[in-house]
């Protein structure tokens, strides 16, 4: 059978490298195209590098005893395309806009990452990139969880750089997050005769109330400015309608910044909603900032723009779980991620490549 892998060439412009991954669509669990082309790629146009596969998750890295490493991490799945491919642009060649599903999250980070591994010469630390599958889904399915099981060594390093959309700057660390359900009881009755019952949702008052009274912490941290939160995400309750119910579910999300342990948040949520029953459904640890070791240091001066605190949560948490630090710092704006005007400006691209370069090494391939 005839070889349909695309062809990607890695030395080119990371621009066009990056419209030329956009339109090979890689909605989450459906990464193999572009996981090939990926990892044909590195084969092909940085033989220096190490690269093996995992699934659909591609990893290249230097070996050359250098006293640091770097890892750099990119997700190659996208959101569902919401007719927003194949790729168009806009603008004019100083101000080009490329739009379509994945071109800010984030095809362009990954772009940047692919070609630096191609055409970094001679970087200061030893390099690790790591090209994974099904982040946009439950975090269960992540391509990381089977990376950190199957190849740990692989996720190692002094710092770690997830390119995620930042808007071209260093976001550093991530907060926090847990989500919870908050319970009320009653006793079912006929609306007819309400007295008959207690009314679950009547009871949620209480909940909500706490909620609108509670004060968010923003602690600063390495010179940022956290902002924690503390909102319902959801609520449901009801059995029909002429039925008092005996149950409602409030649906909690806490945004707690790197200061916190699960454990403390856990707590904090729990003496909230004292008194209530109260159901961890979900929790990820937040990641400390780290901007005072060297290599985090060098990457803020080299993008000539201040960090900022990641209100969000990321993948950098993962890295920080392993005791290193981690920043988010890639192209385009993440309040575009996830919608059907999804784009990147062109001049973001090139920055952030540039950025990396100056940071990570110091010299070109010729």
């Known amino acids: 059978m005839p070889d349909v892998t695309p062809r990607l060439d890695l030395t080119t412009d990371p621009v066009e490298l990056t419209a030329a991954l956009v339109d090979i669509q890689s909605v989450s ?40 490493r770097v890892v750099l991490a990119g997700h190659l799945d996208t959101v569902p395309v919401n007719d927003n491919l194949p790729l168009r642009r806009s603008g004019s060649a100083d101000e080009e806009i490329l739009h379509g599903c994945g071109t800010v999250d984030m095809k362009g980070g990954d772009a940047v990452m692919l070609h630096l591994a191609a055409t970094l010469d001679r970087p200061k630390h030893d390099l690790t990139f790591v090209f994974y599958d099904c982040e946009e889904v439950s975090a269960d399915r992540n391509g990381l969880n089977r990376i950190e099981r199957d190849l740990p060594d692989w996720m190692d390093g002094g710092l770690a750089v997830v390119c995620e959309p930042s808007n071209a700057a260093v976001e550093a660390g991530c907060q926090g997050t847990l989500r919870v359900e908050v319970r009320t009881r009653g006793v079912r009755a006929h609306s007819a005769r309400a007295w008959m019952g207690e009314n679950a949702i009547h009871a949620a008052e209480p909940v909500l109330r706490r909620l609108t009274e509670y004060t968010p912490r923003e602690p600063e941290i390495d010179g940022l400015r956290f902002h924690e939160g503390l909102q319902a995400v959801g609520i449901s309750g009801g059995v029909a309608g002429n039925v008092v119910p005996d149950e409602c579910v409030v649906t909690v999300n806490h945004r707690f910044a790197p200061d916190t342990s699960l454990a403390e948040a856990e707590q904090r949520v729990r003496e909230v909603f004292e008194g209530f029953e109260v159901t961890v459904v979900d929790a990820a640890r937040a990641a400390h900032p780290g901007l005072a070791e060297d290599a985090t240091s060098e990457l803020v001066r ?8 990641k209100l969000g949560w990321t993948d950098v948490a993962r890295f920080a779980a392993r005791g290193m630090p981690a920043v988010n710092f890639g192209p385009g704006s993440p309040t575009l991620a996830h919608t059907q005007q999804e784009n990147v400006a062109a001049a973001d691209v090139r920055h952030c490549a540039e950025v990396l370069r100056r940071a990570l090494g110091d010299g070109v391939r010729d």
């Open 302 to 309: 080299a993008s000539g723009a201040s960090p900022v605190a």
């Open 29 to 68: 669990g459906s990464e193999d195209e572009l996981a090939d082309a990926v990892e044909r790629a590195l084969r092909t146009d940085a033989p220096g590098l190490e690269v093996v596969r995992s699934g659909n998750a591609v990893l290249a890295r230097t070996n050359l005893g250098l006293e640091s």
